[in-house]
Structure formats: C-alpha cells, structure tokens
C-alpha cells in the first residue's frame, strides 16, 4: 500500500496504477485515490512531494 500524498489515504499501487492514478516526480512514483488527487498534485508537486531544504516554493 501506498499513501496517497494529497489526501493521506491508502492507496493499492496496482489498482492506482490500472486506472492511471499515478503521477512521476523526481523519479519517483506517487500514487493517488481519486483524479482530483492526482490533479492537485500535478499541478504543483513540490507543495506534496516535500524537497531538500533550501529549495521550497511558495
């Protein structure tokens, strides 16, 4: 199980990935419950995805 990085709900990797619920960031895959999820996400990844310190976006 994944979590989803928007919502924080558990998400099933296969099932989020057979309905396309999934996005790459930084070479890593995020996996989401529900378009809107994954569409909040696509539109600014940094906010959900976390990053080093120094290179936060406002």
Known sequence: MATDPVCGMQ???REAA???LTSVYR???YYFCAPG???EFDQNPG???GQPRGEEQE
Do not use: F, H, L, M
């Open 37 to 39: 999820c994954k569409r």
């Open 18 to 20: 057979s309905t396309g």
């Open 11 to 13: 998400v099933d990797e």
């Open 27 to 29: 070479d890593q895959t």
């Open 47 to 49: 906010r959900y995805a």
